[in-house]
């Protein structure tokens, strides 16, 4: 029980920017392990942005400004890591010509107009799906995205070489294979007792296809991983759950 509070304490300070005290030598020791913990924070940041889009909705505001402002707090709550992850890879993989310039690229802290524009899909694409979720499944269906878009990272993590051996992905480590069933299944699990079973195996299902197209994106742009491909990687999935729970209601 201590080892699964020291990595939800690991999981949150990295997730988010919530000032959570973890114990002296969790990063990098206890890290990899706390990625089995990674889908319980994902549902936590997706039960609060629901529940603020809910309130936003019930004092008046039109779905779409409630949407928007819910999706801006869940920005400022992560931190926008794994968008800013999402818009280096979009600037990497587009606008560098070998594997050097896509990586060094990537490093850059500039956003470049790749990254402008998948970020502004992306967000289009999640404002309009949950502005079209009714009220009663907003809150169930963030919690599956954001757990199952989280409930992937260990196995890309754990199966993909590193494009660099610099970098957060290569100095995080790798998770072994029972750190990631478990986050799997943790992740499924969520879903499953969010929403009906139907849905939530079609949401996992949609994670799993964006995690396995961004992996082997990643292996002919870079040859492997770093930590903004994982990054990339979730918020595809969280945008495609979202978007197929949407189309339920369209």
Same mark, same amino acid.
């Given at each position: 029980?201590?080892? *699964?509070?020291? $990595?939800?304490?690991?999981?949150?300070? %990295?997730?988010?920017?919530?000032?959570? &005290?973890?114990?002296?030598? +969790?990063? &990098?020791?206890?890290?990899?392990?706390?990625?089995?913990?990674?889908?319980?924070?994902?549902?936590?940041?997706?039960?609060?942005? =629901?529940?603020?889009?809910?309130?936003?909705?019930? @004092?008046?505001?039109?779905?779409? +400004?409630?949407?928007?402002?819910?999706? /801006?707090?869940?920005?400022?709550?992560?931190?926008?890591?794994?968008?800013?992850?999402?818009?280096?890879?979009?600037?990497? %993989?587009?606008?560098?010509? !070998?594997?050097?310039?896509?990586?060094?690229?990537?490093?850059?802290?500039?956003? =470049?107009?790749?990254?402008?524009?998948?970020?502004?899909?992306? %967000?289009?694409?999640?404002?309009?799906?949950?502005?079209?979720? &009714? $009220?009663?499944?907003?809150?169930?269906?963030?919690?599956?995205?954001?757990?199952? /878009?989280?409930?992937?990272? &260990? %196995?890309?993590?754990?199966?993909? $070489?590193?494009?660099?051996?610099?970098?957060?992905?290569?100095?995080?480590?790798?998770? !072994?294979?029972?750190?990631?069933?478990?986050?799997?299944?943790?992740?499924?699990?969520?879903?499953?007792?969010?929403?009906? *079973?139907?849905?939530?195996?079609?949401?996992?299902?949609?994670? +799993?296809?964006?995690?396995?197209?961004?992996? *082997?994106?990643?292996?002919?742009?870079? =040859?492997?991983?770093?930590? $903004?491909?994982?990054?990339?990687?979730?918020?595809?999935?969280?945008?495609? @759950?979202?978007?197929?729970?949407?189309?339920?209601?369209?």
């Amino acid at each position: 029980m201590n080892d *699964w509070l020291d $990595d939800l304490r690991t999981a949150v300070a %990295f997730l988010t920017r919530l000032p959570m &005290p973890h114990p002296q030598g +969790a990063m &990098p020791v206890h890290f990899v392990r706390a990625h089995r913990a990674f889908p319980l924070v994902g549902a936590a940041i997706g039960g609060a942005v =629901g529940l603020l889009c809910l309130a936003l909705r019930a @004092i008046g505001l039109p779905d779409l +400004a409630a949407a928007a402002l819910a999706l /801006g707090a869940s920005a400022l709550l992560t931190g926008a890591l794994h968008e800013d992850g999402l818009a280096d890879v979009a600037d990497g %993989f587009g606008g560098g010509r !070998d594997v050097a310039a896509k990586l060094e690229i990537m490093r850059d802290s500039r956003l =470049g107009t790749y990254g402008a524009l998948i970020l502004m899909v992306s %967000f289009v694409a999640k404002l309009s799906a949950l502005a079209a979720l &009714p $009220d009663g499944y907003v809150v169930q269906s963030l919690v599956a995205a954001h757990a199952l /878009g989280r409930g992937v990272l &260990p %196995f890309m993590a754990m199966s993909l $070489d590193y494009a660099r051996k610099d970098g957060l992905a290569a100095n995080a480590g790798r998770p !072994d294979s029972a750190t990631a069933l478990t986050a799997g299944a943790i992740a499924v699990l969520i879903a499953l007792v969010a929403l009906p *079973w139907r849905d939530a195996l079609g949401a996992a299902l949609v994670a +799993a296809a964006c995690a396995i197209g961004m992996a *082997w994106l990643a292996r002919r742009q870079i =040859g492997g991983q770093t930590g $903004d491909v994982l990054g990339g990687a979730e918020q595809l999935g969280e945008t495609a @759950i979202l978007l197929l729970l949407a189309a339920r209601f369209a």
